[in-house]
């Protein structure tokens, strides 16, 4: 910052905002703190009495916050997401497509940790609409060091993309019905209609529901049964916990399910599990699933779509944002239930 004529201002950044005060008329801003001074602003900051302005020298060492916060949201931007023009040093990124947000949350932890930098975003793996602001770029002073811009970019260019928004893709899914009493008639199933109103909200479409009773080789056999018909994706409803009969996840083995988790930390949804066989995922669904709004299958269910292949640490990382407190009225998806991660 430094001391300059009013006269040879013209290109240089204001430092702060100069106010206007015409009694009866006018009491408020005439330029803007940051605002590049033009040849015919001149004129206007003498009536103001201005012959001497506080102001910035923009260099190449140096660089303006509206430009800063473009180069840094253009840095984290990756595809299915555009940005705004700048607003007072704003940059927001917006989803152009439907989808999933996707945040490499590791480079946005390592941007926010350069000095000044500030990239605030919402959740990772939410599902957003078109138009939806998934996050907003500036930097803390007026103006910031070129270097930590660069350095922005750097990260960006090695975490490539940092935020992206993916598509979901629309999956023929089969489903696996365990249960003697609906296999028997006893009841009629319930779970069907449920996962075939999500699955249907989602894009993808359910294929063919198989019901069976609860043994190992009927579960096994139905499982590989869908798959021949095209499945891409299993999903086997209950028989999941601790009673002699819950025998899915052993069938899902049968089938050569190679198991990345048996369990996962989030209530409802405990006794959930996720395996694949080859590259199609097969999820093993708890009872909870059919009757709570809101369960681990809301919260894996988008990242299956948008292409995510899983492992143990995903499913391990639920745990904190795992616990839903059942409010009522429900606000999920506003609400912390899988914001953990
Ligand atoms: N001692 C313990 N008990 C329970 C545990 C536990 O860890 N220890 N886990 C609990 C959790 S968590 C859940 S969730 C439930 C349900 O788990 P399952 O997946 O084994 O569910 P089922 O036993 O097969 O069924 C429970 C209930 O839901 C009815 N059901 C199941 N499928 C259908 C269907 N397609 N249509 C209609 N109704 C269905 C079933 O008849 C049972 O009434 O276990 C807790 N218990
Ligand atoms: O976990 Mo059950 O699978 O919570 O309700």
Not at 48 to 54: D, P, R, T
Not at 221 to 234: F, H, S, V
Request: proline share 6%; with cysteine; glycine share 10%.
């Amino acid at each position: 910052m430094r001391v300059i004529p009013v006269w040879e201002a013209e290109g240089t950044v204001l430092c702060h905002d100069i106010t206007e005060i015409i009694p009866g008329k006018v009491a408020g801003r005439a330029f803007k703190k940051g605002h590049v001074v033009k040849k015919e602003d001149i004129s206007k900051l003498l009536k103001l009495g201005k012959e001497h302005l506080y102001v910035w020298e923009v260099n190449q060492n140096v660089m303006h916050e509206n430009d800063a916060a473009m180069r840094i949201a253009k840095a984290v931007a990756g595809p299915g997401i555009i940005l705004t023009a700048p607003i007072e040093g704003k940059v927001e990124l917006k989803a152009q497509i439907p989808g999933m947000l996707k945040i490499n949350l590791d480079a946005l932890e390592e941007l926010n940790d350069i000095n000044e930098v500030i990239v605030a975003s919402i959740h990772s793996h939410q599902l957003v609409s078109v138009g939806e602001i998934v996050a907003g770029c500036r930097v803390v002073p007026l103006v910031i060091e070129a270097n930590k811009i660069n350095n922005v970019e750097n990260i960006g260019r090695l975490s490539f993309p940092v935020m992206e928004i993916k598509p979901l893709k629309p999956l023929k899914v089969g489903i696996v019905t365990t249960g003697s009493e609906v296999y028997h008639g006893r009841i009629q199933d319930q779970f069907g209609p449920v996962l075939d109103k999500k699955i249907t909200a989602l894009g993808s479409r359910v294929l063919r529901q198989i019901i069976v009773d609860d043994a190992i080789d009927m579960i096994d056999n139905a499982i590989k049964t869908l798959i021949q018909d095209g499945a891409e994706m299993i999903i086997t409803t209950g028989g999941m916990s601790v009673d002699p009969d819950d025998v899915t996840p052993a069938g899902i083995r049968s089938a050569g399910g190679r198991v990345v988790a048996y369990g996962a930390p989030v209530l409802p949804g405990s006794m959930f599990m996720l395996a694949y066989i080859g590259s199609i995922p097969v999820l093993g669904l708890p009872g909870c699933v059919m009757y709570r709004k809101t369960t681990i299958f809301d919260l894996i269910i988008p990242r299956i779509l948008a292409g995510d292949e899983l492992n143990r640490k995903d499913i391990v990382r639920l745990a904190h944002g795992g616990l839903c407190t059942n409010c009522d009225p429900c606000q999920y998806p506003h609400c912390a239930f899988g914001k953990g991660n």
